[in-house]
């Protein structure tokens, strides 16, 4: 907010101050649906969405496609468990990489790399409802490392670059 500096080497930024607007580039612009909105956040902003089907939606376009190395940083605050069978995704690119929280609060993520593959990984984190949790899921070379209030809580060593298993998505 305000006089932060752009992370260095970003390919884009989201700050939520009120519109969906990537603070790098006029071409990566999000879009809000399904009723997402603004409200006060752990910093300025945040996005506000109903657990049930609002989202934000990047445009299609080659700086978000991930190979070897890829840093997914949030603030979240959840206010509910998401649905009851899967709890919510916080970021996704499909078919590529994707972080959530489950019902129970623990932290996910999935990577298409060769190990462990697009399946879902639990962390065994648990981002409390009701509270401001900055996480960041850190890929590099498949080792992935989850950080959940700037300390690692689950390392996983996968191999493999982040590959695409929905190309046509």
């Known amino acids: 907010k305000g ?3 752009l992370p260095h080497g970003a390919p884009a930024w989201f ?3 009120g519109n969906a607007n990537d603070r790098i580039s006029v071409h990566n612009h999000w879009a809000v649906h399904n009723g997402a909105t603004f409200a006060p ?3 300025g902003q945040a996005l506000l969405l109903d657990g049930v089907d609002d989202s934000v939606r990047a445009p299609a376009n080659s700086i978000f496609a991930a ?3 890829l840093t997914i940083e949030t603030w979240i605050h959840p ?5 009851p069978s899967a709890g919510g995704i916080i970021v996704n690119k499909e078919g590529e990489y994707e972080n959530g929280r489950l019902p129970n609060g623990t932290i996910r993520w999935a990577f298409a790399n060769t190990s462990p593959g697009w399946n879902w990984t639990d962390t065994g984190f648990v981002a409390p409802q009701d509270e401001w949790t900055h996480i ?3 890929y590099d070379h498949g080792v992935v490392t989850t ?3 700037g300390t690692a809580v689950h390392t996983l060593n996968g191999s493999g670059s982040i590959g695409d298993v929905s190309p046509n998505l």
């Open 3 to 5: 006089g932060t500096p």
């Open 15 to 17: 700050q939520a101050e």
């Open 41 to 43: 956040g752990k910093v």
């Open 67 to 69: 190979d070897d190395v």
């Open 79 to 83: 206010t509910g468990q998401g649905s």
């Open 136 to 138: 960041a899921i850190v």
């Open 147 to 149: 950080y959940a209030i």
